[in-house]
């Protein structure tokens, strides 16, 4: 248990759905992040929260929506999908944005039909 | 831009070492982590390379060489459950504290 957890672990959602990724997180970080994860690509950072602001939204388009509430929370709000967004979308906790050490959950394997 | 280069597929036996190298093109950057991902699983934190030389952690231990733009991750006396997807990521001082990750090297450890 890497102390982050995230639900659902798998969804299959249609292209017209609103969906959302939940993240919670037990370390009393400061800083969360969303990641995508596609076959045989790099993980890609899509969003960046420090102390509940967004630091860094890294041109992703306005059909994923984010949102941290507190500082243990990170959603994914989804609307509208495409099927090239079929991903593994993992969470991530730092203790504080920019340090090294990343906490990763397991992911929200995504499936867009 | 930036980018890490690594090799996609190692193979090795029980028992063995494996080296899996991280090459990049990066201005300048914090340091150099190394994360491992079984399938399925989250990613978890390996190691950090600050400065150039070697750092050991049991059976793993990972290098760092700057001025060869250069890094590597040494699996020793390897096991089984070493079987899994590798990744390096650095921290370009440029990027307001972004982690950039290379496309991962997944290892299969055979019998």
């Known amino acids: 248990e890497t102390g982050v957890t995230q639900t659902p672990r798998h969804l299959v959602m249609g292209m017209t759905n609103k969906k959302s990724l939940k993240c919670e997180q037990h370390?009393?970080?400061?800083?969360m992040y969303w990641y995508k994860q596609s076959a045989k690509k790099p993980l890609e950072l899509m969003f960046v929260?420090?102390?509940?602001?967004?630091?860094e939204n890294n041109s992703v388009p306005s059909r994923f929506s984010p949102e941290c509430p507190n500082s243990s929370h990170l959603f994914l709000h989804l609307h509208t999908l495409q099927p090239e967004d079929s991903a593994l979308y993992l969470c991530?906790?730092?203790?504080?944005?920019?340090?090294?050490?990343?906490?990763f959950g397991s992911g929200t394997q995504l499936s867009v039909l | 831009g930036q980018s890490l280069e690594q090799p996609s597929e190692v193979t090795a036996v029980e028992g063995a070492i494996v080296q899996i190298n991280c090459t990049y093109q990066?201005?300048?950057?914090?340091?150099l982590s190394w994360y491992q991902q079984h399938d399925g699983g989250a990613p978890t934190f390996l190691s950090y390379?600050?400065?150039?030389g070697l750092e050991e952690t049991g059976r793993f231990s990972s290098f760092l060489s700057r001025s060869d733009s250069y890094g590597y991750l040494l699996l020793q006396e390897l096991q089984m459950k070493d079987s899994a997807s590798y990744f390096c990521?650095?921290?370009?001082?440029?990027?307001?504290?972004?982690?950039?990750f290379g496309q991962g090297t997944e290892l299969s450890v055979k019998p």
């Open positions: 990521a650095v921290r370009p001082s440029n990027q307001g504290g972004k982690l950039i």
């Open positions: 991530a906790s730092s203790r504080r944005q920019g340090a090294e050490k990343l906490f």
């Open positions: 370390l009393g970080h400061n800083a």
């Open positions: 990066t201005s300048g950057f914090y340091g």
């Open positions: 929260y420090s102390l509940e602001e967004r630091v």
């Open positions: 390379n600050a400065l150039d």
